[in-house]
């Protein structure tokens, strides 16, 4: 995995500019809606980063602190690139694969997003170079984001439509009644209430 080239892009842009006119530099103010409550809040980048990258950790020890640290940047760079939520892209990629960007399903689906070699191809990424899986990743969420963002639970089905395909979402007008499906939205979402526990908790709230 070309951990070394993505590291040195991610560190130039999060050092010196703004992504996707939302965040910066570290220690910027970043902002991390609660989901599916409709508010929000401030939060330092580099607090956000320093959560994912202990999550990580926590769910694969087998990282390296390096490795770790690249997976927590490229969640955060590209959240804002693509304009979504750094704590759903991490809860996604916790139930896909936590956090192993080796990893293959029995059914073929690729690393830490668990992206399908098709998929990966549509969105032009390469689903075994760990950067552009969750490029990839953040990617096809913000695709399903606005898909449903008419719906009466965008999130909810984004995730559901990340498991089961947007065509069984809109053919069932929400989660489908796949249990594997049910299920897998179930995990997504207690995720992130964890982690947005976890992050409330590190900014004293």
Partial sequence: ???????KKIR???????LAGTVLVSGTA??????????????PASVVQGLIYDYALQNNPSLSSDQANYIAQAVVYYSYEY???PLLIASIIRNESSFNPEVVSSAGAIGLG???????????VDPWDAGQNI??????????????SGQADPVTDS??????????VWQYGGVPP?????NYVSKVENTYSDLYSSLQNRLGY
């Fill in 114 to 124: 668990q992206l399908m070699p098709g998929t990966a191809e549509s969105l032009g």
């Fill in 135 to 148: 490029q990839g990743t953040c990617s096809y969420i913000a695709t399903q984001l606005n898909n449903f």
């Fill in 30 to 43: 970043v902002t991390i809606p609660a989901e599916p409550v409709v508010h929000a809040q401030s939060v």
């Fill in 12 to 18: 130039r842009i999060i050092g010196t500019t703004l």
């Fill in 159 to 168: 995730i559901a439509a990340y498991n089961a395909g947007p065509n069984a």
């Fill in 178 to 182: 796949y249990s594997e499906t049910i």
């Fill in 1 to 7: 995995m070309a951990y070394a080239n993505i590291k």
């Fill in 83 to 85: 304009g979504v939520n």
